[in-house]
């Protein structure tokens, strides 16, 4: 179980490298919005953890279930309330903000049930959204976004900046922070807001209360 | 459906059939334990000289790690994956366990046994009393579900298995399952509770008494002594059927398969013959179910589902029933079943959550309603395949 970190696959997508680092060994974890349980096996495999997770989609938990993961079927928005205080020692969202209805409410319920959150999502502060939008006017399509406007389950995008006005609007306190290039490279940890919101393709947060 | 007409098979009977000489001597394996080990009961009262009657699949290991017990539900038997011995019939889920299956009876070895207060072999009011030489009748005190898992943890004592590797049932089955996880957590490594429920609702509780009232309103049942006139209440018994079977349907599948069409006929005959399918349909279930159901064991065994209330047992809080279990979970509803509404899943799911247990949820789309459990569903099947598995790697079974 507990193998070490350097077995990463090497096919493992970046961000979710990204979020595993900053999970310690043999912790308990909440992945919310934990699709097909990718991040969760590979947490499992690489870092010992007790996963459980929750996922809207019907297919995607069958699929975690048939892999040997503790998945239930549920909706981030209406159903982490049911948690109770400090249940886990992490509570990831990945990839998953920015389709939730009410991202400042699911926030507030990863600190509370976890005593640490780890939150990754698509900055929409990225140059290339900036220049689609202003060349083109119109909503930004790209190959790691790639639905139209009408048809997309991301319904809440934001900035890097928008997110950390958000954490500083409830009071969490942000631990780390990763800034991922298009190409996976990570932006260096002391580069300026400015820098990380323009040129940071998806970002990781490590949040406390 | 029926080709036979349904009103001539309502009709009653002289002698009891099969149900009844299987409550002695069943065509299962028993086991009967002495008047030492009586089963104590809820009631505060017990049964003495108990007898269950069990069935067995696949080969228990030498590690006696492998087991995994079925609960059945409200009309089921210990004849799981076997032709069943009143009606020919295969087994009532033989689509989940047998070898290959989801439960797969070359890997595991699956256990059986009839509930207390069946009609099937294990003690039900169709049994003989030893202190009377008479059918119980009423004279056997109600059991409960905790009964029924008491019941079945004797039996595990005496076939030598300490720890079930699981444990899996739909409907009263899944109630028996919440209980093992709840009553003896350290005895069951994983847990299969499907379109079932920590408590029997008020709606249910209802239903099941109008089945009740149609059994007693019957004259034949006799003050439940019936046996001992050559008779049974099988007209009340095809009625509590009759109403009891359209809460396993959902009424979408219910107009699918019948919508308004009349049987064997052009239009209405202005009567109160069977003129609609779905009556026919209804009939039917009620007039064979008779044959293989004893009345007075319908009476117990539904009183068994209302009273149970794993909350209530826990000091009103569900997730004080799972305190520190380690057993893995897997729950399971169906999208169309308002008898055990995803609702009643979401809540032992929440009480799990809230006590830090395993625990996975699955809903399964169909419109199927609450019988989808016993039908050929493949999400299901992929789900029970699937956390099995992963259950049997974690115990070192695979």
Not at chain 2, 239 to 244: E, N
Request: charged content about 20%.
């Amino acid at each position: 179980m507990n193998a070490p970190l350097a077995s990463f696959p090497a096919s493992t997508r970046v961000d979710l490298l990204a979020v595993a680092e900053l999970v310690a060994p043999g912790s308990r974890v909440l992945d919310v919005g934990c699709g097909d349980g990718q991040l969760l096996k590979l947490l499992e495999e690489t870092r010992g953890v007790d996963g459980r997770g929750v996922e809207i989609g019907q297919k995607n938990v069958n699929e975690c279930v048939a892999r040997g993961l503790s998945v239930i079927q549920g909706d981030a928005d209406t159903d982490l309330v049911d948690y109770p205080d400090d249940a886990f020692d992490y509570v990831i969202l990945s990839q998953t903000l920015q389709a939730t209805h009410r991202p400042r409410e699911v926030l507030e319920q990863l600190l509370r049930i976890g005593r640490k959150a780890i939150v990754s999502f698509p900055n929409f502060g990225h140059w290339r959204m900036r220049r689609l939008l202003l060349f083109t006017g119109r909503m930004p399509v790209t190959r790691s976004l790639p639905y139209s406007w009408y048809d997309t389950p991301n319904i809440h995008f934001c900035t890097i900046r928008d997110f950390v006005e958000l954490c500083r609007e409830i009071g969490a306190r942000i631990e780390k922070a990763t800034a991922l290039r298009a190409d996976g490279s990570r932006l260096a940890f002391n580069a300026p807001m400015w820098a990380w919101n323009l040129l940071g393709q998806q970002a990781v947060f490590l949040l406390s209360r | 459906m029926s080709e036979a007409s349904p009103t001539a098979a309502i009709r009653a009977a002289p002698v009891p059939p099969g149900p009844l000489n299987q409550a002695d001597f069943p065509s299962s394996p028993v086991v009967r334990f002495g008047a030492d080990q009586a089963l104590r009961l809820d009631s505060g009262r017990q049964i003495e000289n108990l007898q269950i009657a069990y069935q067995t699949y696949g080969e228990l290991n030498s590690a006696r790690s492998n087991a995994i017990l079925i609960c059945h539900a409200l009309t089921g038997d210990q004849h799981v994956a076997s032709t069943n011995p009143v009606t020919g019939k295969p087994g009532w889920w033989d689509l989940m366990v047998g070898p290959g299956r989801p439960i797969d009876t070359d890997r595991y070895y699956v256990i059986c046994s009839n509930v207390v207060g069946g009609c099937m072999g294990t003690t039900g009011p169709a049994s003989t009393n030893p202190a009377t030489d008479k059918p119980y009748g009423l004279d056997l005190p109600v059991v409960t579900v905790r009964d029924m898992v008491r019941a079945q943890a004797m039996l595990l004592d005496h076939l030598g298995i300490d720890t079930l590797f699981s444990v899996a049932g739909g409907s009263l089955g899944g109630m028996q399952v919440l209980q093992w996880a709840a009553a003896y957590p350290e005895r069951v490594f994983s847990a299969l509770p499907i379109a079932s429920g920590a408590r029997h609702s008020s709606q249910n509780i209802a239903f099941h008494e109008v089945g009740r009232q149609a059994v007693m309103a019957d004259p034949e049942w006799r003050g439940g002594k019936y046996y001992l006139y050559g008779t049974s209440p099988r007209k009340g018994l095809a009625v509590a059927r009759m109403a009891a079977h359209i809460t396993y349907l959902s009424d979408s599948a219910l107009h699918r398969k019948f919508g308004r069409n009349l049987q064997d006929r052009d239009r209405p005959t202005f009567g109160f013959d069977a003129d609609f399918q779905i009556e026919s349909y209804l009939r039917h279930q009620g007039a064979t179910f008779v044959d293989r159901f004893d009345a007075n064991s319908y009476l117990y065994v539904t009183r068994a589902m209302d009273y149970f209330d794993l909350a209530a047992d826990h000091g009103g809080r569900l997730a004080n029933a799972f305190l520190g279990s380690k057993t893995r979970l897997c729950v399971v509803s169906f999208t169309s079943d308002w008898l055990f509404p995803t609702s009643e899943s979401k809540a032992v799911v929440r009480a799990l959550n809230a006590a830090g247990a395993s625990v996975s949820f699955v809903e399964i789309e169909t419109d199927r309603g609450h019988d989808a459990f016993l039908l050929d569903e493949p999400e299901l099947f992929d789900a029970v395949r699937g956390f099995l598995t992963s259950a049997g790697r974690a115990r070192g079974l695979l």
